[in-house]
């Protein structure tokens, strides 16, 4: 529960947006559970492509498909196509791109559920994906939506993206992306991967710098997260900030902050030139590529809420900021 304290009234009616969302918001990631972008090989990418395309233009989006034609991962049969659709509102602005890849790895052995059936029982969802990381797209999607469907109005724009291969490489995903310019320093300000995480946690790549000069390493088991002491914390981070008190206003405990292995997305953010990359997602890092992956409905529905307050109060003008961005809200849509 959200702590009236924390929000403003269009915050609140934001909150109330992603509450209303919630079976509508389940009911898309089950079906791009059902979709089994299993990776390898890389199957089924131009339908999940195809779905999230139709989402994304009924909410509004201009959409672009880019298919990594040049990746030698790419061929007819397993077409490398992402999704990239932009969410634009008053004027010029700060650019956020957030991202999550679609891809999967095999579901394995020792699952007492269907892998790829999209399950909701016990106020879960289950299916390989659920944790990591279409839960985070499909919270990402729902946050700007809720944004569109309370009438909030600001300057800037929101992207977000679905790719491929971001577990593997992701040379085809964002790295093309990259490649292409749609993310990149000057144009984007600020990139969010909406990655397999915990709805509590604020998770940084491995290769982030903290104010104190020295860089974050990921744990010394492999595969773990590491806490993060909070005053290593890089809190003159701009998106570090929104998220930190989002989740503070969301969950109304301070955020677990965490450090883990290498991401393969913000590996390719990191020599796009962004400077500002997080992960944040609602799927928990502990269960993804288990058997009976699964995500909390309420996590995803937390998480959801999280994204939309972080990105709100991003675009939106605040003390620190050039009185020239402007934060309005519309009267009607």
């Not at 196509?81 to 650019?95: D, E, I, Y």
């Amino acid at each position: 529960m959200s702590h009236p304290a924390f929000l403003t009234f269009d915050e609140e009616r934001v909150l109330a947006c992603v509450d209303e969302m919630a079976e509508e918001m389940f009911d898309f990631l089950a079906r791009l559970i059902r979709i089994p972008t299993v990776n390898p090989p890389g199957e089924n990418y131009a339908e999940c492509a195809a779905v999230v395309e139709e989402r994304l233009l009924n909410f509004g989006y201009e959409v672009t498909r880019l298919a990594a034609i040049d990746s030698l991962a790419h061929s007819a049969r397993y077409p490398r196509v992402n999704v990239v659709g932009r969410f634009a509102r008053c004027g010029l602005g700060r650019t956020v791109h957030v991202s999550a890849h679609v891809d999967v790895v095999p579901a394995g052995t020792g699952w007492t559920v269907e892998p790829f059936r999209g399950l909701i029982r016990e106020k879960k969802i289950f299916g390989r994906g659920a944790a990591d990381a279409k839960a985070g797209l499909a919270a990402s999607l729902y946050a700007v939506e809720a944004l569109r469907r309370a009438h909030i109005a600001f300057d800037g724009v929101i992207e977000v993206s679905a790719t491929v291969d971001g577990e593997s490489g992701g040379e085809a995903g964002m790295g093309y992306l990259v490649d292409a310019g749609v993310v990149r320093a000057g144009q984007t300000d600020y990139v969010l991967i909406a990655a397999a995480c915990g709805v509590e946690r604020l998770r940084f790549p491995p290769r982030c710098e903290p104010s104190r000069g020295r860089p974050l390493e990921a744990s010394a088991e492999e595969g773990a997260l590491m806490i993060l002491p909070a005053s290593d914390v890089p809190m003159e981070m701009r998106l570090v900030r929104m998220v930190d008190r989002a989740i503070r206003s969301v969950l109304v405990r301070a955020p677990e902050y965490v450090v883990g292995p290498a991401v393969s997305e913000c590996a390719h953010v990191e020599r796009s030139g962004v400077r500002e990359c997080l992960l944040y997602g609602p799927g928990r890092f502990e269960l993804a590529r288990q058997p009976d992956e699964h995500c909390h409905l309420e996590d995803v529905v937390a998480g959801c809420k999280v994204l939309a307050l972080a990105l709100l109060r991003t675009l939106r003008e605040d003390e620190d900021d050039s009185p020239r961005r402007i934060f309005r809200t519309e009267a009607s849509h």
